[in-house]
């Protein structure tokens, strides 16, 4: 059980252009999702707790416009990073999960900007 | 704040050889959650341990251990007769409530660990 999926394992795109990257819980409902970045050789820091039906909650110095959150449902999470740019690329990751049963990552997001 | 602190940043080892992966952790939080997570190359994260910050058993799994001692706010992680398949990034977290209510991870720095063969 605890199964997340996340989508696209890599991506590449245009300087300019918006990515969206899809979480999903697989079998469990989410009221509260995760989105991680890490840059090479570095580690992860949250960016923002997504919460179901309600605005996501961004960690100081994340950019809300940039990168925009939806979580539509209790088992999916989007994250959009509108307008990417070089300095965007990196790997990004989400987590769902429950307090007293622990969290599980999903796969991970490669997004290159070039 | 929390704060997740491994000081190793890069151990190489010879395959069979005993490594242990230190971990120091800071917390205001009277309960709290430990985890540790293991990411290969390919970049996804592998949940290997979490422990409850009320139990302080220590933790074997197979070639896997773990140990947990809140006096010194540590909890270690010892892999026991390495293998080349071991060889990836370690992170170790803690749990962290945030204002809203819910819970996020803060991690450590990681810890890249080569084994040769």
């Known amino acids: 059980g605890a199964v997340v999926s996340q989508h696209p394992s890599r991506v590449i795109c245009k300087s300019g252009t918006s990515v969206k990257i899809e979480c999903r819980s697989l079998d469990f409902q989410a009221t509260t999702m995760f989105w991680y970045r890490q840059f090479p050789k570095q580690s992860l820091m949250l960016m923002a707790t997504?919460?179901?039906?309600?605005?996501?909650?961004?960690e100081q110095g994340v950019e809300k416009d940039k990168f925009l959150i939806n979580h539509a449902s209790l088992t999916l999470s989007t994250l959009t990073v509108t307008s990417a740019h070089p300095e965007d690329s990196s790997f990004y990751i989400c987590s769902a999960g429950r307090r007293n049963y622990g969290y599980t990552f999903g796969s991970g997001t490669r997004l290159t900007v070039v | 704040a929390q704060k997740v602190t491994q000081a190793q940043t890069e151990i190489s080892v010879v395959e069979k050889e005993d490594v242990t992966l230190d971990c120091v952790y800071e917390t205001r939080d009277t309960t709290y959650y430990l985890f540790w997570y293991k990411q290969p190359p390919s970049g996804e994260l592998v949940f290997l341990i979490r422990r409850n910050s009320f139990d302080e058993q220590n933790e074997i799994s197979g070639r896997y251990s773990w140990n947990f001692q809140k006096s010194t706010s540590s909890f270690n992680f010892t892999i026991t007769a390495s293998q080349v398949v071991d060889s990836a990034v370690y992170f170790c977290?803690?749990?962290?409530?945030?204002?809203?209510?819910?819970?996020?991870?803060?991690f450590g720095k990681g810890m890249k660990l080569t084994v040769n063969p």
């Open positions: 997504s919460n179901e039906g309600s605005k996501a909650t961004y």
């Open positions: 977290a803690l749990s962290e409530l945030t204002q809203g209510g819910s819970e996020k991870l803060v």
